[in-house]
């Protein structure tokens, strides 16, 4: 079992930055694949950016691209996203996710441990 622990959310304006934590605990952080997604209110939930074991590949949606960063320390179990430019259209909750498969994936599916989530609102 891995138990995630997310921080940093909160209300900001657009424009703006957040930086988002999760703290692993349980099991050994760097055999997993580290994901945030988030669920804006009526859509589904969407990855937003995944990162690999050692933190050398990661993986971007096009709607963060540039905007988001992805970052991990695994001496630390925590994984972080650096969220700049924010826009309202980044208003959701964010979870972040553990995977236990050796390629990155991007679908819900892939990640079988998730935290409880913390509120990230953009107002305009």
């Known amino acids: 079992q891995v138990q995630l622990v997310e921080s940093g959310g909160g209300l900001v304006q657009a424009g703006g930055s957040l930086r988002l934590s999760c703290a692993a605990s349980?099991?050994?952080?760097?055999?997993?694949?580290m994901g945030w997604f988030r669920q804006a209110p009526g859509k589904e939930r969407e990855l937003a950016a995944a990162?690999?074991?050692?933190?050398?590949?990661?993986y971007y949606a096009d709607s963060v691209k540039g905007r988001f960063t992805i970052s991990r320390d695994n001496a630390k179990n925590t994984v972080f996203l650096q969220m700049n430019s924010l826009k309202p259209e980044d208003t959701a909750v964010y979870y972040c996710?553990?995977?236990?498969?050796?390629?990155?994936?991007?679908?819900?599916?892939?990640?079988?441990?998730w935290g409880q989530g913390t509120q990230v609102t953009v107002s305009s």
């Open positions: 996710a553990a995977s236990h498969y050796r390629n990155m994936r991007t679908d819900i599916s892939g990640y079988q441990y």
């Open positions: 349980g099991r050994t952080f760097s055999n997993y694949v």
């Open positions: 990162i690999s074991f050692g933190g050398t590949n990661t």
